[in-house]
């Protein structure tokens, strides 16, 4: 791989982990904002909840392609600290591989359900907010999921030991 190819891969890498770290803070404020105003002066944000919960499925998809290319993700690596580099490399390998291959089928069925939820018009209760752009935004995220373990996949089987691994 170039050295530019390669700048520029990590470089859509790192912006897909700072829109994962957005939607943390996102999350956060709006469940501190309505906590606050809730028990301070009993006011409610109108959709809090289901704005809340929406992003919420948004977090969890950009945080599955932030962790995935990092393998920052719970592993159990029991055998693969009883095997030498070559068979750990493989392991590795076959373990992307099916996860690439999962998290491809779940962007298949996400990309349906952003369909029906926007063929169904689907709203949130108090302001009547469509709903699928939140679908959309989180499937975005699952599609950056899958590419980024694409090339995580690419790194492991191209780059030289410990060039694309763990």
Not at 9 to 31: K, Q, S, T, Y
Not at 70 to 99: E, K, M
């Amino acid at each position: 791989m170039a050295p530019a190819t390669g700048r520029s891969m990590d470089r859509v890498i790192d912006a897909i982990e700072l829109v994962a770290a957005a939607f943390v803070g996102l999350v956060a404020a709006d469940i501190f904002i309505s906590v606050l105003l809730r028990k301070l002066f009993s006011v409610s944000i109108p959709d809090s909840y289901d704005v809340g919960r929406l992003l919420l499925g948004i977090l969890i998809f950009w945080g599955i392609a932030a962790t995935s290319y990092r393998g920052a993700h719970i592993t159990v690596d029991l055998l693969w600290s009883a095997v030498g580099p070559r068979r750990q490399r493989a392991i590795d390998v076959f373990a992307t591989l099916v996860l690439l291959f999962v998290v491809t089928v779940q962007t298949a069925t996400l990309f349906d359900k952003v369909r029906t939820t926007r063929a169904d018009h689907v709203l949130t209760y108090d302001l009547n907010l469509p709903t699928w752009p939140f679908f959309a935004v989180a499937w975005l995220g699952d599609a950056a999921a899958v590419l980024l373990i694409a090339v995580r996949t690419w790194r492991l089987v191209s780059l030289p030991p410990g060039g694309g691994g763990r």
